[in-house]
């Protein structure tokens, strides 16, 4: 009888879930769109603002070169290394920032909380795959540039999961 119970049940399950919209997205067609900014951090209270961990932005103007966002990633990916840019900055006297290795970026975020400046954060670009390693490997100047998001699908959680639209 616990053999014809269990498929019953198995049954009853399989049959519930045939009502219920697909989560397959048929990418890149169609592509998740995030609402909301990345992940922040703010200092003034301590508390990390909520986000999707994606691809990084730097703004150079508040960048001074202080390596405290590679000193965070250290223990952890070792994705950030400082480099010499050319531009030279006011507030930036040593003309160092961070270069990110996708390649070995975790996304914890921990790099965004270490900066004070606010020069630091997290976007919803989460397309960044390549061909080669190298290509990985975001400058200062590629950091800055805003990520051009083409999203089309809306994301729906609910008590029965996530759904789109």
Partial sequence: MSTAGGIIRALNSGVKHLAVKRFTLRYPEQK???VGDGFRFNPETGVGIAGLRGRHILF??????CQLCSVACEGIAEAIGMVKVNETWKHNKKAIMPQIDYGKCVFCGLCVDACPF??????????LSSFTKSALIYTPAQLAVKPK????????IDDRGA???
């Fill in 32 to 34: 998740l769109k995030f």
């Fill in 60 to 65: 150079h103007e508040h960048c001074t070169g």
């Fill in 118 to 127: 606010y020069a630091l954060y997290m976007t919803n670009d989460y397309e």
């Fill in 149 to 156: 998001m083409a999203q089309d699908v809306d994301i729906k």
């Fill in 163 to 165: 759904t789109h639209g």
